[in-house]
């Protein structure tokens, strides 16, 4: 079955870094756009950024266009999140899915535990 895996996430000072990353099994990964969505306490989950199936699309959300980068590694069944010049904004449990462009939705309904990335003031 699918299985996602997120980490990376931790305590940060605003204007800091941290890369996440997701260890995906159970599907053909490869076949598939995969993106990051994250949740807010108090907040619904939203569409963060998305990479495509070979790596040559991307997309990302208003919010973090221009601070965060999206990447994978087919060979690994990795997707990475790049964030930088974190705010307190970007504070949220991140989680890593398969995405169907276009809508930018989550395609699976099994999530992994999240990481947590909190961005101190």
């Known amino acids: 079955q699918v299985q996602l895996e997120d980490s990376g996430g931790g305590l940060v000072q605003a204007g800091g870094s941290l890369r996440l990353s997701c260890a995906a099994s159970?599907?053909?990964?490869?076949?598939?756009?995969m993106g990051w969505f994250r949740q807010a306490p108090g907040k619904e989950r939203e569409f963060v950024a998305v990479v495509g199936s070979r790596g040559g699309y991307k997309y990302y959300a208003d919010s973090v266009k221009g601070r965060f980068a999206i990447s994978r590694d087919n060979a690994k069944n990795m997707v990475y999140l790049q964030m930088t010049s974190l705010t307190p904004e970007d504070t949220a449990v991140y989680y890593c899915?398969?995405?169907?462009?276009?809508?930018?939705?989550?395609?699976?309904?099994?999530w992994g535990q999240g990481t947590q990335v909190t961005v101190s003031s």
């Open positions: 899915n398969a995405v169907l462009l276009g809508n930018y939705i989550p395609l699976f309904g099994s």
């Open positions: 159970g599907f053909t990964f490869d076949d598939y756009a």
